[in-house]
């Protein structure tokens, strides 16, 4: 559109050229929906067409170039005015001049590192993005498609089991294990409690899975605790000598990877709250951090 509102002006379109086969994936936008985005890898080829379709047909479209770039970034809710790029690739479709007539360009982006996985959370986002642009003199015209990178993980060397007390003394006294440290995100908890020694009555026990989302450095840090699931163990007292199962199924929930120190902008851990609750509403609890890791989605 020209500074007057009339002249040319074109859509511009993005299309992968193996989008009728590529998987897609569920992923949460900022508002809490679930869409659907095309799922990549790191070090998978980007390839694909820019279609820019002129509005008005016979009228020619001056511009300063066009291009396409493949964008990683994080952007802070807390400092939204800065987006931090680790990923940042630029390929010139076109050169300055102008076009008479809609034309298509092909590109791409060979063998993309992407390093981190997709993520939105409570204070922080990270995504991926191919952006075309036609550059003008006074405005640009853009379009953006966002793809979802998950990570993948071999499995762990060492998992061994967790084997944790609980104890007050002289009233309780709790065993209780897990079968690992490691989890995929299609997993199952397995673990059994033992009470050694009970002499408080207690009504209720469960497990909390829960998520830290910790954002910012020194003293802009902020933690953002969110429980993804409770697994109610017992109603009821139990008794000396009693065992009970674990069997929690963590496809069921909606959870992440666990995250260390994102480019230096976050981490996300997921803990594991052993909570119990007696008859004069007291909470008794033990925390054990997890390890969630990736194998496919």
């Given amino acids: 559109m020209s500074f007057f509102g009339f002249g040319q002006s074109a859509d511009i379109d993005i299309v992968l050229n193996d989008a009728e086969t590529r998987k897609k994936a569920e992923h949460k936008t900022e508002d809490g929906r ?8 790191d070090g998978e080829t980007v390839s694909g067409k820019v279609n820019v379709t002129l509005k008005y047909p016979g009228k020619r479209l001056e511009h300063n170039g066009i291009k396409i770039e493949f964008v990683g970034q994080i952007e802070l809710y807390y ?28 590109f791409e982006f060979t063998h993309v590192e992407k390093p981190y996985e997709s993520y939105t959370g409570q204070n922080v986002k990270l995504r991926y993005f ?7 003199r006074l405005n640009d015209i853009s379009k953006e498609l966002e793809i979802v990178v998950h990570t993948l993980s071999s499995y762990p060397e060492l998992n061994s089991s967790i084997k944790m007390e609980v104890g007050i003394e002289d009233c309780l006294h709790i065993e209780f ?34 998520k830290r989302e910790t954002t910012g450095t020194g003293p802009n840090v902020y933690h953002e605790n969110d429980t993804i699931a409770k697994y109610e163990i ?14 929690l199924f963590l496809a069921g929930y909606e959870m992440t990877p666990s ?26 609890f033990k925390q054990q951090i997890s390890f969630i890791y990736s194998m496919e989605w």
């Fill in 177 to 210: 294990e897990y079968n690992k440290s490691k989890y995929h995100l299609k997993d199952v908890i397995v673990g059994k409690i033992y009470f050694l020694l009970v002499r408080i009555k207690i009504k209720h026990m469960e497990i909390d899975i829960i």
């Fill in 34 to 41: 679930k869409d659907k985005y095309f799922l990549f890898y």
């Fill in 234 to 247: 017992m109603d009821g007292a139990p008794v000396r000598g009693e065992s009970i199962p674990i069997r």
């Fill in 259 to 284: 995250m260390r120190d994102i480019n230096k902008k976050y981490s996300v851990r997921y803990y594991l709250n052993l909570v119990l609750i007696d008859e004069e509403e007291r909470r008794y």
């Fill in 79 to 106: 400092d939204r005015g800065n987006h931090h790029e680790f990923v940042s690739l630029v390929k010139d479709l076109a050169r300055p001049g102008e076009l008479t007539q809609s034309q298509t360009f092909d």
């Fill in 130 to 136: 191919l952006r075309a642009t036609v550059s003008r």
